[in-house]
């Protein structure tokens, strides 16, 4: 018995619901990555999303409730892309006034992209998850 060795398996990393850190990424933008216990990546993509988001509400720009037009449409999917924020701020009525002023068409943009962040950043936290990513 003493020439034998055994191999212990090494634990998976994709055991268990892989795409939690996707789904709560998504919902509460860093949160992914804190589940992960990333907490530098996390905080600084929690800050950077919620950053532009408020930015964006406070220069009046416009939350996409409803899509008339392809351009609307798009901008629908990336209001979404910011999880709860996106649904607080119809809830509060933030967001919801068209844009009268200059900077709240660039304050119409930073809410978009904040989304469009947060979807990136929830899938670099599923990819995290599942190993193809370090």
Known sequence: MAGTTTKIA????????VYLPL???WLVPGAGHFLLRKWGRGALL????VGMFVLGLSM???VYSNAH???DMLGFVGD???????????VLSLGADHVQVTTG???TRFIVVAGLLNVIAAVDAHNLRTGRKA
């Open 60 to 62: 009046q720009g416009e």
């Open 69 to 71: 037009d392809i351009l």
């Open 80 to 90: 979404l892309g910011n999880g709860l924020l996106y649904l607080a701020s119809r």
């Open 10 to 17: 090494a634990p998976d990393k994709a055991q268990g619901f």
């Open 46 to 49: 929690a800050l950077a999303i």
């Open 105 to 107: 068409d660039y304050g």
């Open 23 to 25: 789904i709560l990424g």
